[in-house]
């Protein structure tokens, strides 16, 4: 097990490539290498390099070959007029910590490969001379890409295709551009877990959605926000899809533009659509399809979802199909179902349960203040003040959500809240004081809370008692909402007296 250097500033290709001060200079020099497995390739932070990276050679499950950074500074970088890193046939390979961008096809390709995983590379300006994937794998098996961002791509910011074992988690997706585009292109795939992606296609010059799963097999699409784009999850026609506690909102542009929709482009069976909160935009859930087609939608289950500010219906049901919509929020003024006559009176898609509220917003804050309760037991609460939250989501004006630290109160603006940083983004310098029933909870500028209680508002029962605190921004222009709670514990008889 070698770990080769490569230095683009300081190194040389008759070094032997072994140690920091005997570093490589080119990427060349490593492809001319028989890797094997349990093998490293190191770049220097700070290095440019102006050349495809080809890797030829695989490592095995136990010793895989590595693709890394070495040293202090930015990560290393690498531009090309081809891919930026480029593989047929490897198996076995971890590439992490590097930065890919103005590359003329992909940032990473790699066709008829296994066990690849990537994680923190930041992929910027793909496509420059053909519209490609970002990230693109082909015929492959077990891919993981995770803690990644792709940003201002042309083509697809993932292009996966007849791939069995996909996990795309915690990434970042802003902006892939092209008439073909989507954040997430996947074809022919089994095996599939999204899960924790930011995705946001609002200010991408793209007329598609955000992810377009074409005849996936097995696939959850789970904890993440979907922002923009002419569609938020567009599984026409697959087998075994769940669709869960996703944020899905800015789905504009079409009358037809839906947050989730099936059906429409071929068989679609066993489909759990469920926890989400889908918001400004048109359709929520559209089962639909070409007509004349003898598609089948079977088994579509949609249910405990919360849907607002929507042009169109919460569920939309226009070819036949077999399912449920139950146990849903809608807000006032949201229309709820739009079922064809001929659905309806077949009595194959059941509506039931479904609840209409006043504000989507105070129903989740209670929601989220349920779940916390739920996961917090006597046995945990020691000492005898405890705190819980749940990964507070903001929501802006346009109804998109981003999780981060809180906000401010900033007296140079009227000691109206805005928001203090959420993401790369931040503005203000001080903290915020929500005071509630027992007492109060300061969030510093670094977004940690702390807890002051005040005693002489305590109930002389025994027991504990608990209050939450929710909050609304004003930033001069528009309303914000939070939509999550932080939810304080108190056992008084833990209290010292």
Not at 41 to 68: M, R
Not at 106 to 125: E, H, L
Not at 191 to 198: A, D, Q, R, S, V
Not at 359 to 369: I, R
Request: no cysteine; glycine share 10%; net charge negative.
């Amino acid at each position: 097990m070698t770990i080769y250097y490569v230095n683009s500033t300081t190194g040389s290709d008759g070094n032997n490539g072994t140690n920091q001060t005997s570093a490589f200079a080119t990427l060349s020099k490593v492809e001319s290498l028989k890797l094997k497995p349990g093998d490293s390739v190191l770049l220097a932070k700070g290095s440019v390099f102006n050349e495809q990276f080809d890797i030829k050679y695989s490592g095995t499950e136990s010793a895989p070959i590595k693709i890394g950074s070495y040293g202090t500074g930015s990560a290393p970088v690498i531009h090309s007029n081809g891919d930026g890193i480029h593989s047929l046939y490897a198996s076995n390979i971890v590439i992490e910590n590097l930065k890919i961008s103005n590359v003329g096809g992909a940032g990473i390709y790699g066709g008829s490969v296994t066990n690849w995983t990537v994680r923190n590379v930041d992929i910027a300006k793909t496509g420059l001379s053909e519209s490609a994937g970002a990230v693109t794998f082909r015929s492959s098996t077990n891919v993981t890409v995770e803690s990644s961002k792709v940003s201002d791509v042309k083509g697809d910011g993932f292009w996966i295709e007849k791939v069995a074992g996909v996990k795309l988690l915690n990434n970042t997706v802003t902006s892939a551009n092209g008439s073909t585009a989507d954040a997430v292109q996947m074809n022919d795939s089994s095996n599939i877990l999204i899960k924790g992606n930011h995705l946001d296609q609002t200010d991408a010059s793209s007329p598609k959605g955000v992810i377009a799963l074409v005849r996936p097999t097995n696939a959850v699409v789970e904890d993440n926000v979907l922002t923009g784009g002419g569609f938020g999850i567009s599984a026409q026609a697959g087998k075994t899809v769940a669709i869960r506690d996703n944020d899905i909102s800015g789905f504009h542009g079409y009358s037809w533009s839906f947050a989730v929709g099936l059906g429409d482009q071929g068989n679609a069976r066993d489909y759990d659509i469920s926890g989400n909160h889908i918001h400004d935009g048109a359709w929520g859930v559209a089962v639909s399809g070409p007509i004349g087609a003898s598609y089948t939608r079977t088994n579509i289950k949609v249910h405990d979802n919360t849907f607002d500010d929507l042009t169109q219906a919460a569920l939309k049901v226009d070819r036949p199909a077999s399912g449920s919509f139950t146990n849903n929020t809608i807000e006032s003024g949201t229309t709820a179902t739009s079922i064809s006559p001929a659905i309806a009176d077949a009595h194959t898609f059941t509506v039931s349960g479904n609840h209409t509220v006043a504000n989507v917003e105070t129903t989740l804050a209670s929601a989220d203040t349920k779940v916390a309760s739920a996961t917090t037991t006597e046995a945990d609460a020691d000492p005898a003040v405890v705190a819980a939250h749940d990964n507070l989501k903001i929501f802006t004006d346009n109804g998109a959500a981003h999780r981060g630290n809180l906000l401010e109160n900033d007296s140079s603006d009227n000691d109206t809240l805005v928001l203090r940083r959420f993401g790369d983004e931040s503005v203000g310098k001080h903290g915020l004081t929500l005071t509630g029933d027992y007492g109060s909870i300061h969030v510093d500028r670094e977004g940690n809370y702390a807890y002051t209680l005040d005693e002489t508002k305590l109930p002389s029962h025994d027991g504990h008692v608990s209050e939450s605190f929710s909050y609304g921004i004003d930033d001069g222009n528009a309303h914000h909402s939070d939509a999550d709670t932080l939810t304080v514990y108190i056992h008084m008889d833990g209290l010292v007296s």
